[in-house]
């Protein structure tokens, strides 16, 4: 699996977002600035986290992105897969296979997908924080 740069961006925009909490609406032109990001590849980023409803916008001089939930309640899984779609180490596993009884790597991918998901599940936005 290779997190592409919506998935980092994705987690770069909720990690800023989270450390200005409680600021009310925050730009994604300050965002990019704090992040030392393309403003460009930001916005195709924070479509996706609120379409996902992970982030709330506001159009206009004081408008911006918030969370929509408190920081902990996030988890760096959720994060990523509204940038990636998918978290998942083969295609198969998402997909499904026609020839699962038959192939003798699915055990070890289903084992890295659990390991990879419990390990991106057990982080929160505010341990990223930190």
Known sequence: MM???KGRNALKIMIDLAKHDGEGYISLSDIAERQ???????ESSAAQLTASGLVVSA???SGGYKLARKPEEYTAAEILQSGEGTLSPVQCLDSGCENACNCDTLPLFKELDDVITKFLTSKTLKDLIK
Do not use: H
């Open 36 to 42: 030392r990001e393309s403003l460009k590849y930001l």
């Open 59 to 61: 159009r206009g001089k």
């Open 3 to 5: 997190i592409t740069t």
